[in-house]
Nanobody, 124 residues
């Protein structure tokens, strides 16, 4: 059974940094593209970033480009999201998700496994 467990969320001030982690189990991690999505209150879940299985290709939403960095450690079956210069509009529950194979996607429907989410709150 695939399990994804996010951690690292919290309450920070605008301009601060956080690093989210997502530990995966029950799957051959290196065979999966991994993504981060977020959902703010009253809004749909939106794409944040994705990294293909080898870690060579990454894609970011325009709203986080230049501030967030996605990375993965296949040896630890973990994907990370380094978030710098956080803004109040980054406040959301952040979810990691897994997509089998090496293609990347911004579409949450393509991701078959999801974590429970971790709350990030950025105060102004």
């Amino acid at each position: 059974q695939v399990q994804l467990v996010e951690s690292g969320g919290g309450l920070v001030q605008a301009g601060d940094s956080l690093r989210l982690s997502c530990a995966a189990s029950g799957l051959t991690f290196s065979r999966y593209t991994m993504g981060w999505f977020r959902q703010a209150p009253g809004k749909e879940r939106e794409f944040v970033s994705v990294i293909i299985k080898s870690g060579g290709d990454t894609v970011y939403a325009d709203s986080v480009k230049g501030r967030f960095t996605i990375a993965r450690d296949n040896g630890k079956s973990t994907v990370y999201l380094q978030m710098n210069n956080l803004k109040p509009e980054d406040t959301a529950v952040y979810y990691c998700a897994a997509l089998y194979g090496s293609r990347w996607s911004r579409n949450r429907a393509d991701f078959g496994s999801w974590g429970q989410g971790t709350q990030v709150t950025v105060s102004s």
